[in-house]
């Protein structure tokens, strides 16, 4: 059972900054493919980004391109999500998630293990 924790969100001004992490309780967190959700109010939840076992490879939604950036330190068993040019349509709660297979990264059914969320808003 792989516990995941994320922190970092908050309230900032569009065109601002952020940068979430996840924590993982499991030691073999570089085991697992990592990724990141939004679900904004009334919305499904959204593929944003996800990475790769070793970090090599990295995935993202076509409108999160260039502006976020998602890295993990396997040695701090942390995943991160560096959001950049912020836009008041980024407001959502953001989930980090552990994908075991590695595969279809975007789908949210490959992922077992999901963190409680953190809340981001972005005011224009």
């Known amino acids: 059972q792989v516990q995941l924790v994320e922190s970092g969100g908050g309230l900032v001004q569009a065109g601002g900054s952020l940068r979430l992490s996840c924590a993982a309780s499991?030691?073999?967190?570089?085991?697992?493919?990592m990724g990141w959700f939004r679900q904004a109010p009334g919305n499904e939840r959204e593929f944003v980004a996800a990475?790769?076992?070793?970090?090599?490879?990295?995935y993202y939604a076509d409108s999160m391109k260039g502006r976020f950036t998602i890295f993990r330190d396997n040695a701090k068993n942390t995943v991160y999500l560096q959001m950049n040019s912020l836009k008041p349509e980024d407001t959502a709660v953001y989930y980090c998630?552990?994908?075991?297979?590695?595969?279809?990264?975007?789908?949210?059914?490959?992922?077992?293990?999901w963190g409680q969320g953190t809340q981001v808003t972005v005011s224009a």
């Open positions: 998630a552990a994908n075991p297979t590695a595969r279809a990264m975007a789908s949210m059914s490959r992922y077992d293990y």
């Open positions: 499991e030691r073999t967190f570089s085991r697992y493919a």
């Open positions: 990475i790769t076992l070793g970090g090599g490879n990295t």
